[in-house]
């Protein structure tokens, strides 16, 4: 019954005939998290899901885990609104990431519902990495391929995101932002598909492990462009009851801000990944 209609040629899938309120079966999910190995990140509309439902959908796919900088929605800690109020100018997340790539074991995926969304704009962007990486000369992927990304929190303030405000504020850590660094692969493989992917994006990638920044600058900045080239992307728009699932492991993914003066009320919830290797 489930009908699957790429987005774009290179990555996104819109999934259709399908209620996860209701048709939340062993069979269901195999289906759905087929589609989106395949392509990356998969779409479902209409899905007027209550909290509890979303919850286990997102346990269906993996383990729930928990955002370090921003706290849950009351009752439900594993899920967290992405807000942008009609005041706000600057949103939450908006510059091409995959999701606190800074910590040791990354999020294997995220899943974002949207509850309210603005009349215009507001579409959000999702780039295949391993289209990214496939796309290089046969010597710059010997070149990157012993080569480790130093990735940290404190470089999102770059795109001055919601979270990190929410974080200067957070009385619970005397006013300071909790600062997060790993080291992992420039190229990382994908635990399941096997396939190779750029693991590196412009938010989080500070350098490369034992270089300067200054040695790491010219490198790193031909690998942000190239990793988020059109014909890597897809472009989302998003309804009230849409649901998104990206893999974060092979995807990078940027929030258009778009849409001054309204309100944008997302539920987010992201599911423990592993060390990449």
Same mark, same amino acid.
């Given at each position: 019954?489930?009908?699957? $209609? *790429?987005?774009?040629?290179?990555?996104? #899938?819109?999934?259709? =005939? /399908?209620?996860?309120?209701?048709?939340?079966?062993? %069979?269901?999910?195999?289906?759905?998290?087929?589609?989106?190995?395949?392509?990356?990140?998969?779409?479902?509309?209409?899905?007027?899901?209550?909290?509890?439902?979303?919850?286990?959908?997102?346990?269906?796919?993996?383990?729930?885990?928990?955002?370090?900088?921003?706290?849950?929605?009351?009752?439900?800690?594993?899920?967290?609104?992405?807000?942008?109020?009609?005041?706000?100018?600057?949103?939450?997340?908006?510059?091409?990431?995959?999701?606190?790539?800074?910590?040791?074991?990354?999020?294997?995926?995220?899943?974002l519902l949207a509850?309210?969304?603005?009349?215009?704009?507001?579409?959000?962007?999702?780039?295949?990495?391993?289209?990214?990486?496939?796309?290089? $000369? *046969?010597?710059?992927?010997?070149?990157? #391929?012993?080569?480790? =990304? /130093?990735?940290?929190?404190?470089?999102?303030?770059? %795109?001055?995101?919601?979270?990190?405000?929410?974080?200067?504020?957070?009385?619970?850590?005397?006013?300071?932002?909790?600062?997060?660094?790993?080291?992992?692969?420039?190229?990382?493989?994908?635990?399941?598909?096997?396939?190779?992917?750029?693991?590196?994006?412009?938010?989080?990638?500070?350098?490369?492990?034992?270089?300067?920044?200054?040695?790491?600058?010219?490198?790193?900045?031909?690998?942000?462009?190239?990793?988020?080239?059109?014909?890597?992307?897809?472009?989302?728009?998003?309804?009230?009851?849409?649901?998104?699932?990206?893999?974060?492991?092979?995807?990078?993914?940027?929030?258009?801000?778009?849409?001054?003066?309204?309100?944008?009320?997302?539920?987010?919830?992201?599911?423990?990944g592993d060390r990449p290797v």
């Amino acid at each position: 019954m489930i009908s699957v $209609s *790429p987005l774009a040629g290179n990555v996104g #899938a819109v999934i259709s =005939g /399908v209620d996860l309120g209701r048709d939340l079966n062993e %069979s269901t999910v195999a289906e759905i998290r087929k589609v989106w190995l395949d392509h990356g990140v998969v779409f479902l509309r209409e899905q007027n899901l209550t909290p509890d439902q979303f919850v286990a959908f997102a346990r269906s796919i993996g383990e729930l885990d928990r955002y370090p900088f921003v706290p849950g929605i009351e009752g439900y800690p594993d899920i967290i609104a992405v807000t942008k109020l009609p005041h706000e100018t600057v949103n939450f997340g908006g510059i091409w990431h995959s999701d606190t790539a800074y910590l040791d074991e990354p999020p294997m995926a995220t899943t974002l519902l949207a509850r309210e969304v603005p009349p215009y704009g507001g579409d959000t962007m999702f780039a295949n990495q391993y289209a990214a990486y496939e796309a290089l $000369s *046969p010597s710059m992927q010997e070149l990157l #391929a012993p080569l480790r =990304g /130093v990735n940290s929190s404190a470089l999102a303030d770059v %795109s001055k995101t919601r979270e990190d405000r929410i974080a200067e504020a957070d009385g619970s850590s005397g006013g300071e932002v909790r600062n997060f660094e790993a080291i992992h692969p420039v190229v990382r493989t994908h635990p399941e598909t096997g396939r190779k992917a750029l693991y590196v994006n412009v938010a989080h990638t500070a350098r490369f492990d034992g270089m300067t920044d200054d040695e790491s600058r010219p490198l790193l900045q031909y690998l942000f462009a190239h990793q988020v080239r059109p014909e890597f992307t897809c472009r989302f728009q998003w309804a009230p009851g849409s649901l998104a699932l990206w893999d974060n492991r092979c995807v990078q993914h940027n929030p258009i801000n778009d849409y001054q003066g309204y309100k944008r009320v997302m539920h987010r919830i992201t599911l423990k990944g592993d060390r990449p290797v």
